[in-house]
């Protein structure tokens, strides 16, 4: 008779569903848009350029969309302390809403929206599901990445 694996997915970490983490905030400035958008190699006007950005139908300097992998992650609310020894990144998916500009204060919360348990060839495996809802200093909602982890 043979043993079943003890589950992974416990109470406790079913605690973290659902639970918005505190903000991490940061203020956009323009010098890190620009070092951002070279370090990227983007050299769009957009993001270096306030004379020619201010004629464009944003009205001045924005960030690049994945400028905002630069504000601090929030962590969860809930402390997920997972069972695993390792971690790989399920990968992201990211809607945009607005244009975040220089000046913009942008404030980053973090809910785990689902944690699931399979099974995989190396063994049982949690599937953490997470959005970050970026908004602006207006509350404006001006992205939401979602992300899975693969804890295993």
């Known amino acids: 008779m043979t043993q079943q694996a003890k589950p992974l ?12 983490s505190d903000p991490t905030v940061m203020a956009v400035e323009r010098g890190h848009v620009q070092r951002f958008a070279e370090a990227i190699g983007d050299s769009s ?3 270096t350029d306030e004379k020619r950005a201010r004629k464009s139908r944003y009205g001045g300097v924005i960030a690049p969309p994945t400028f905002l992998r ?7 609310k809930v402390p997920l302390k997972l069972p695993t020894t390792r971690t790989l990144d399920g990968g992201s998916d990211w809607e945009y ?5 220089v000046g913009d204060v942008i404030s980053a919360r973090l809910t785990v929206v689902s944690i699931v348990e399979r ?3 190396l063994g049982p495996a949690l599937f953490v599901t997470q959005d970050v809802v970026y908004t602006n ?4 909602k001006v992205a939401v990445q979602r992300s899975t982890r693969i804890a295993y």
Request: aromatic share 6%.
């Open 9 to 20: 997915l416990t109470d406790e970490i079913k605690r973290a569903i659902g639970v918005e």
């Open 45 to 47: 006007p957009l993001f």
């Open 137 to 140: 200093q207006l509350g404006e």
């Open 70 to 76: 630069a504000v601090p992650r929030p962590e969860p």
């Open 119 to 121: 099974q995989l060839s």
């Open 97 to 101: 809403f607005e244009p975040v500009r």
